[in-house]
């Protein structure tokens, strides 16, 4: 039987270390998920200093997560390959990031009840050598059952919604009954869109 990790890894031999932006434990394990070696350096990037006004949210996440590739790239001292990314979902044209509380995380989930949603994933991949930066941005549509206030309570009691855009994760054992269909990529919902990262990384590729 062929080794999956070392066969992928064999695949994508880059031309320099990867390097992850986020300390999404989500966005690590769908890394690990395709058998790409990196290592995680966290961005200390302010998130707040980009406004979602005006923007498309394609665009928007695709600003966060170059802006969260630069910041990182710009404490390095040897060349580096460095993925930054955002998610964020969108309802009625409003965007939904992390919950600041259990209350604002009750109100987006109420929101959310009883109907379809976008949920828009950006990436960045910047070469330091080079400085040459590559973004894209995949969205998904997700359709939520009706929620009873029970079931938001207890998920919330959970503390699972707290670091999460819009309030959920499809991953989670609780919060993947939610969801009654879902069109796109599952992947790009839980935090990585990993078909469309997988083509990009093989441009890094000598």
Same mark, same amino acid.
């Given at each position: ?43 200390? #990037? ?6 979602? *006004? ?25 060349? *580096?390959?460095?993925?930054? *990314? ?15 509380? *259990? ?40 359709? #939520? ?28 054992? #609780? ?32």
């Amino acid at each position: 039987m062929l080794d999956s990790h070392r066969t992928t890894t064999q695949l994508l031999r880059l031309s320099a270390p990867l390097i992850l932006a986020s300390q999404s434990p989500r966005r690590k394990k769908l890394l690990e998920q395709i058998g790409v070696d990196f290592r995680v350096q966290v961005s200390d #990037f302010d998130e707040e200093s980009i406004s979602p *006004a005006s923007m498309l949210p394609s665009a928007y996440v695709m600003a966060l997560a170059s802006a969260k590739a630069r910041c990182v790239a710009e404490k390095l001292t040897s060349p *580096a390959i460095v993925l930054g *990314a955002d998610t964020t979902v969108v309802v009625d044209g409003i965007i939904l990031n992390k919950p600041s509380d *259990a209350a604002d995380a009750a109100r987006m989930l109420g929101l959310l009840s009883n109907r379809s949603h976008e949920v828009f994933t950006g990436i960045a991949l910047l070469e330091t050598a080079s400085q040459r930066i590559v973004t894209d941005a995949v969205r998904t549509e997700v359709c #939520f059952r009706a929620l009873e206030q029970e079931e938001i309570a207890a998920y919330i009691a959970s503390g699972s919604p707290l670091d999460k855009a819009g309030s959920y994760g499809i991953q989670d054992d #609780f919060g993947a009954v939610f969801v009654q269909e879902i069109r796109g990529c599952y992947n790009n919902v839980v935090g990585l869109p990993l078909e469309r990262l997988y083509q990009h990384l093989r441009a890094y590729c000598p």
